[in-house]
């Protein structure tokens, strides 16, 4: 978001451009699905502790909404721009429809910084968020959720401002919650446990035991614990994480040729996911430069940290013993990265696929929520495991059928099915 050069909904439209050709989507729905069909730009003033009043610009972009009420998180960031909330709100739209759950896609934001800013504050920004847009959103129309720098207290003055508006109850408005406020169970493992399901499956069609392969993961998060965690259950050895070192201003991996000890590194992390690189030695890590979690020689690597991971320079560092890349992180390859991916017949399973396991959690509170009758926890992650095992099947199947490329096989089912919802509302 720092690059204002860098526009990411020309990049969303590009990718759009590229699918719709390849799909020979007739002139209308390509207008249509190239720009949002609605967009809130607004202003929030909030009474400042100082006693000023400051004004803060607020946005929420629906993108498409024809399979279903929009779906998509809320940001804080100084840096927040319309075109970064409009690419979000495009890709939402294909994550929701390649995992083939009834929403469509949305994203919002607020230009500030809750690191500069007091409870109260951000709780008026809240509010004053959701006064601006109470009548767009909704069980029924779009339901936000968190995303960078917003959590489940944010999610929860945002519902109870709009509870306070609508004069009843509607915890199916807004996602993210707190378990025993309308949360899920299972939310917190989702999005990691979703990777590894897609790996399990992709690992079965090339007839590889999961028990008997390696990975490596940068990250060491949400995503990333969790997914190291599965893939540990399921049998399978991971040799090295990696993550940012807040200190030093830069990242490390953390390498044990014999497999890593999750429990033993979530006990030397901070709430950040950095690793404490003292206590790690004493533990007996190799610890190494940055970079190294993508030179591993094993069967698996899982960029679950940032963008622009796997890029134009690191993908030389690929040894020739992976086979898969497993995107938990949204945008780690870069175009460059993926050509280089696709010659080298690397099996990609990309991130609106492979991290779709969130969006699918949040999902499940939302139908949870409408009903007010809660699931176990090992029915969420059945039902998540079932979604995200006939996503990847339905993608592999047609790439497979058609010599594609994962990537590419992804966005031409989220883009035909939404192509045909239009068609079949009578929009184009
Ligand atoms: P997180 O903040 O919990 O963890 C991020 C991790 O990445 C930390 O361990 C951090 O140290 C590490 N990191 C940051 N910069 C790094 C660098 N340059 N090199 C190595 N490590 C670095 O975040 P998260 O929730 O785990 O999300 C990770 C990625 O997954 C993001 O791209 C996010 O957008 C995406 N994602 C998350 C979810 C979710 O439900 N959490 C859902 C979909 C997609």
Known sequence: MADKSFNPFKMAQQQFDEIAEKLNLDEGTRELLREPIREYHFSIPVKMDDGSVKVFRGFRVQHNDSRGPSKGGIRFHPQETIYTVKALATWMTWKCAVVDIPLGGGKGGVICDPHNLSASEQE?????????????????????????MTNAQHMLWMMDEYEKIMGGRFPGVITGKPVGMGGSLGRTEATGYGVIYTVREALKEMGIDIAETTASFQGFGNVSQYAIQLYQQYGGKAVCVSCWDQEDQKSYSFVKKDGIDLDELMKIADKFGGINKDKAKELGYEILAGEDWIKQEVDILVPSAIENQVNADTVKLISNKVKIVAEGANGPTTPEADKVLKERNIFNIPDFLANAGGVTCSYFE????????????????????????????AVYDLANKKKLYMRDAAYMIAISRVAEACKLRGWV
Do not use: S
């Not at 008026?124 to 960078?148: E, F």
């Not at 949870?368 to 006939?390: G, H, I, S």
């Open 366 to 393: 939302q139908v949870q929520c409408n009903m007010n009758y809660f699931w176990p926890k090992e029915e969420v992650l059945d039902r998540l495991d079932a979604v995200m095992t006939k996503a990847f099947h």
């Open 124 to 148: 008026q920004i809240c509010r004053g968020w959701v006064r601006q847009v109470a009548r767009n959103i909704g069980p029924l129309q779009d339901v936000p959720a968190p995303d960078v």
